[in-house]
């Protein structure tokens, strides 16, 4: 289950099957893709339930998958990563718990990922025989480098907070991630709506410069009055 809660101006997004660990069936992908695509506030804040962030995909719907479902779940997932990433919010994913597999897969598409202290992270797809394919093996080398995703995802071993953090996975480790998500909620949305795709920018360096330039003076203009107090 999927719910959406909008507090000022951050949407909460949470999955809600806290006796699943949260894994996330295909009603569950779709709804929510539906959730992201919806959300009209300038910060979208993704979290857990209970003892997890998000196991990943549910174990028991992947059991029953022959190869072409097997292909359609992957490619669901990965629409909705991308559906993360492309949002034109900013994307905190307010990590508590364990995060495995897809759920690592889909903070990986976000654009902030705060972890609590007691938040772990592991890639175990591999220890049966799977790997994750949510835009994990494009995302986590970008995200923590190549030889620390090599680690990760060849051995399967879980992480904590402390070690993610070192690593890049997380950018802070706090008692509240929902509280980053306010604390960027407050800035300025002509500025978060122009530096977000900025910073997600894939072209040349040249093409990225060029960009930053023309979203730096449009901001100027409009904030011409605020900046001449």
Excluded: K, Y
């Excluded at 660990?21 to 992908?29: G, S, V």
């Excluded at 071993?157 to 070690?163: G, L, P, V, Y």
């Excluded at 800035?187 to 360096?205: E, I, K, S």
């Amino acid at each position: 289950m999927i719910e959406t809660t909008v507090e000022g101006r951050v949407a909460f997004v949470t999955l809600d099957r806290p006796h699943r660990r949260n894994a996330l069936t295909p009603d569950d992908l779709d709804a929510l893709h539906a959730a992201v695509e919806e959300c009209e506030t300038p910060v979208i804040c993704l979290r857990g339930t209970g003892p997890a962030f998000c196991a990943g995909a549910d174990l028991d719907v992947v059991a029953d998958l022959d190869h072409e479902a097997a292909v359609g779940f992957a490619e669901q997932g990965q629409r909705v990563a991308s559906a993360i990433e492309e949002s034109p919010a900013v994307v905190v994913a307010a990590i508590d718990g364990a995060a495995r597999g897809g759920g690592v897969e889909l903070a990986l598409a976000c654009d902030l990922r705060i972890a609590t202290p007691a938040s772990t992270f592991a890639e175990t797809g591999v220890r049966l025989g799977l790997f994750g394919a949510w835009g994990g093996t494009v995302r986590l080398p970008r995200v923590v480098g190549e030889g620390n995703a090599m680690d990760l995802a060849l051995s399967g071993r879980t992480i904590d907070a402390a070690e993610a953090l070192r690593m890049g996975l997380v950018s802070r480790v706090v008692d509240d991630p929902a509280g980053v998500a306010h604390e960027v909620a407050a800035n300025d949305t002509r500025a978060l709506d122009r530096l977000q795709p900025l910073l997600r920018h894939r072209g040349t360096a040249v093409d990225r410069e060029r960009a930053e330039r023309e979203a730096f003076a449009d901001l100027v203009a409009r904030n011409a009055e605020a900046l001449g107090n």
